[in-house]
């Protein structure tokens, strides 16, 4: 690990485990931590809670397990940081009984959860088709002065975005300003960037069924867009499924709508063919 006269320290080799996280290369993490001890260096926080990270990234859900649980025994002491990046390693599988396990050991450890942590346990109930607990998680917050943000909504959103109590959560969402993108020049174009998959469908039906109807009882139709993004403008959290699942709400409705010929980040709808009454039942509010 020490091939030159460059003394490695723990920054050194947590920034080198940090690379190996955002490439998704969780088992040369892994060797890069085994190595630290050879070349005299320490362990910190950071390295766990990085290690953690990649092991989230990989799906490696019960590896990320193991290494918060060695934490200790090397006289390292988890933050919230690095029970975040654990709880999200639970994702995969639809591990949820071991995130809200994991949670719930947060204050016996005296390390307080934040939104980042909250967020991502809602996530994991989410990917386990808890929705109910992903909604109480999202309530919990503000009761335990946690303000929820963007993240928390997106997957509170994702769990609940095929149900009528995920209407009232998109507009309590949208009325707290977590989507400020979201009009674009005009009310006949609308931002989707920020958002999930769930609320990004949350987002058109509201914006169809609430908004499209008042413009379709002007003179001439409205072009109306929807702009997604592509590639590399879009977050992390929703990269590829955004426009698809826009697409099959669509599709579903039959409405016209097909992908922009100069920007495959924005898909355009016909607002000749439409019509307001049919618009207006895409989003029915909870009973």
Same mark, same amino acid.
């Given at each position: 690990?020490?091939?030159?006269?460059?003394?490695? /320290?723990?920054?050194?080799?947590?920034?080198?485990?940090?690379?190996?996280?955002?490439?998704?290369?969780?088992?040369?993490?892994?060797?890069?931590?085994?190595?630290?001890?050879?070349?005299?260096?320490?362990?910190?926080?950071?390295?766990?809670?990085?290690?953690?990270?990649?092991?989230?990234?990989?799906?490696?859900?019960?590896?990320?397990?193991?290494?918060?649980?060695?934490?200790?025994?090397?006289?390292?002491?988890?933050?919230?940081?690095?029970?975040?990046?654990?709880?999200?390693?639970?994702?995969?599988?639809?591990?949820?009984?071991?995130?809200? /396990?994991?949670?719930?050991?947060?204050?016996?450890?005296?390390?307080?959860?934040?939104?980042?942590?909250?967020?991502?346990?809602?996530?994991?109930?989410?990917?386990?088709?808890?929705?109910?607990?992903?909604?109480?998680?999202?309530?919990?917050?503000?009761?335990?002065?946690?303000?929820?943000?963007?993240?928390?909504?997106?997957?509170?959103?994702?769990?609940?975005? %095929?149900?009528?109590?995920?209407?009232?959560?998109?507009?309590?969402?949208?009325?707290? %300003?977590?989507?400020?993108?979201?009009?674009?020049?005009?009310?006949?174009?609308?931002?989707?960037?920020?958002?999930?998959?769930?609320?990004?469908?949350?987002?058109?039906?509201?914006?169809?069924?609430?908004?499209?109807?008042?413009?379709?009882?002007?003179?001439?139709?409205?072009?109306?867009?929807?702009?997604?993004?592509?590639?590399?403008?879009?977050?992390?959290?929703?990269?590829?499924?955004?426009?698809?699942?826009?697409?099959?709400?669509?599709?579903?409705?039959?409405?016209?709508?097909?992908?922009?010929?100069?920007?495959? %980040?924005?898909?355009?709808?016909?607002?000749?063919?439409?019509?307001?009454?049919?618009?207006?039942?895409?989003?029915?509010?909870?009973?």
């Amino acid at each position: 690990m020490q091939a030159s006269q460059v003394e490695v /320290n723990v920054y050194h080799c947590s920034a080198a485990i940090s690379a190996c996280e955002k490439d998704g290369q969780w088992q040369m993490a892994l060797n890069l931590l085994s190595l630290m001890p050879e070349a005299m260096v320490v362990p910190n926080v950071i390295t766990y809670s990085a290690v953690i990270s990649a092991c989230e990234k990989g799906g490696q859900w019960q590896m990320a397990l193991n290494l918060l649980s060695l934490m200790p025994g090397a006289s390292v002491v988890p933050n919230e940081i690095t029970y975040s990046a654990a709880i999200s390693a639970c994702s995969k599988d639809g591990q949820w009984q071991v995130a809200l /396990n994991l949670l719930s050991l947060m204050p016996e450890a005296t390390v307080v959860p934040n939104e980042i942590t909250y967020s991502a346990a809602i996530s994991v109930c989410e990917k386990g088709g808890q929705w109910q607990l992903a909604l109480n998680l999202l309530r919990l917050m503000p009761q335990l002065k946690i303000l929820p943000n963007v993240v928390s909504y997106n997957a509170a959103m994702d769990a609940v975005s %095929g149900m009528g109590v995920g209407y009232a959560l998109f507009r309590e969402a949208f009325g707290l %300003g977590m989507y400020p993108q979201f009009w674009s020049n005009s009310y006949s174009t609308v931002n989707l960037h920020d958002m999930s998959c769930g609320a990004a469908v949350l987002a058109v039906r509201w914006w169809l069924a609430e908004v499209v109807p008042h413009l379709l009882s002007g003179p001439t139709a409205p072009k109306l867009e929807i702009i997604t993004g592509w590639g590399k403008s879009r977050k992390e959290w929703d990269t590829t499924d955004v426009q698809d699942a826009v697409f099959q709400l669509l599709h579903g409705c039959q409405l016209p709508s097909r992908i922009d010929q100069n920007n495959r %980040g924005v898909i355009t709808i016909d607002g000749r063919q439409l019509e307001s009454s049919d618009l207006r039942r895409l989003f029915t509010p909870p009973s």
